[in-house]
């Protein structure tokens, strides 16, 4: 990937005026996976307690989701270790 961001000497980024409307096109890429990514998120839940309900936390199709969910906070994790929330 190629960065459009520039830090300066004082640790502020900007972004090259020519560079804007890619950044705001990567920008909102970057806000519909995380968007997707929490909604995502919510509904695992909802399925493993649907699953939990019926006694099912020992089926493959539980331990899938629950092994999906893990990376999914591991990802959201990294992101809020940058600032990103």
Known sequence: ???ITRKDSAGAWSIPEEQAEAAAIRLAAFEDAYER?????????T??????AQGK????Q???L??????????LTLWETYGVK
């Open 1 to 3: 990937m190629e960065r």
């Open 37 to 45: 990514l929490m909604a995502r998120q919510q509904e695992i839940v």
């Open 47 to 52: 399925r493993m307690e649907a699953l939990k």
């Open 57 to 60: 936390q020992k089926t493959a």
């Open 62 to 64: 539980f331990r899938e």
């Open 66 to 75: 629950f092994g999906e969910k893990l990376m999914n906070q591991n990802t």
